[in-house]
């Protein structure tokens, strides 16, 4: 695995924009025609640069995966840890309907994330793996090393997810679905995993 910094913003982004095309939450913060070319790719940037701030993200030798984590200290989102991401120029850079929705869904999965984890864990904020390297074990390898960083600690890790059959894939990894919830005024379902210290 690849340890990345904030100079690989540009393709990790790509990455992630390419993986979560079809994800229910980005359809739900941007709607089904994103608009403004760029648009969802300053998204993935941002949410990469607060990872790179706050925790860590690795990708594969490849470049074919990107994950990020935060540390227990960082495992919860402040909003001033998402000025300095860079989140202040969201509105000119996404627009303000797909703004509003984010925070909208950010403060929804915060909520929910401090209500199943009140304890000192780990936090699997995002994985993503381009489309035609999915289901060929670059995911597996990403989540695999991120796990044995958390197992060196002996603590738990908590991960959500807005796509259903993503379930079932962490639970193979040892995660358990602690919370399950339609986001208020629908639109948007979320499930709460969580992989005990080991």
């Known amino acids: 695995m690849h340890e990345l910094r904030t100079e690989d913003a540009d393709w990790a982004s790509g990455v992630l924009e390419q993986a979560f095309r079809a994800d229910p939450m980005v359809n739900f913060v941007f709607g089904e025609e994103p608009g403004a070319p760029g648009r969802v790719n300053w998204f993935f940037k941002a949410l990469f640069r607060y990872a790179t701030l706050y925790g860590g993200c690795s990708s594969t030798p490849d470049k074919d995966g ?7 200290a960082q495992a919860h989102a402040t909003f001033g840890k998402m000025c300095r991401a860079g989140i202040l120029s969201a509105p000119r850079r996404m627009g303000w309907a797909p703004v509003s929705r984010f925070m909208k869904v950010s403060d929804f999965v915060e909520k929910e994330h401090k209500a199943a984890a009140p ?3 780990f936090y699997v904020m995002m994985m993503g793996v381009l489309p035609d390297r999915q289901g060929m074990g670059v995911g597996r390898a990403l989540l695999t ?3 044995a960083t958390v197992d060196t600690h002996k603590l738990p890790c908590y991960l959500e997810t807005q ?3 993503n379930v079932a894939i962490y639970e193979r990894f ?5 919370s399950e919830k339609e986001m208020p005024n ?3 379902r979320s499930w709460g995993m969580l992989r005990e210290k080991r």
């Open 163 to 165: 796509n259903e059959s």
């Open 145 to 147: 090393q991120a796990l």
């Open 174 to 178: 040892g995660f358990a679905l602690i």
């Open 66 to 72: 990107v994950l990020m984590m935060l540390p227990p």
């Open 186 to 188: 629908g639109g948007l």
């Open 119 to 121: 304890f000192e864990h």
